[in-house]
């Protein structure tokens, strides 16, 4: 199975911007999709962004729209989050997940369609 391990996270400033990094084991990570959840103390597991296996289709929720952006590079075993003008509610620990091509079908917003999660990392932004 595929080991995912983030980095990245930190303290930054509100309007400030950071990039995350997810490493991934093994050569078979161009044939996973990938997203971005994060999640504070007592909530559920926020999506945050995802990417298909090529890289060609994107999806962000609303409320990071405009501001974080992900990409993958395959040759790298690695996807990013690009978080620019960072805002308070932005701080939460964020996790990276992999999503086995097959079976096919499902939504990359949801979190129970991902087979593997990293461990976390946490981004915290202050006024």
């Known amino acids: 199975q595929v080991q995912l391990v983030e980095s990245g996270g930190g303290l930054v400033q509100a309007g400030g911007s950071l990039r995350l990094s997810c490493a991934a084991s093994?050569?078979?990570?161009?044939?996973?999709?990938m997203g971005w959840f994060r999640q504070t103390p007592g909530k559920e597991r926020e999506f945050v962004a995802a990417i298909n296996w090529g890289g060609g289709t994107t999806y962000n929720t609303d409320s990071v729209k405009g501001r974080f952006t992900i990409s993958r590079d395959n040759a790298k075993y690695t996807v990013y989050l690009q978080m620019n003008s960072l805002k308070l509610e932005d701080t939460a620990v964020y996790y990276c997940?992999?999503?086995?091509?097959?079976?096919?079908?499902?939504?990359?917003?949801?979190?129970?369609?991902?087979?593997?999660w990293g461990q976390g990392t946490q981004v915290s932004v202050s006024s």
């Open positions: 093994g050569r078979a990570f161009s044939s996973y999709a």
């Open positions: 997940a992999a999503k086995e091509l097959r079976p096919r079908g499902g939504n990359l917003r949801t979190a129970d369609e991902y087979n593997y």
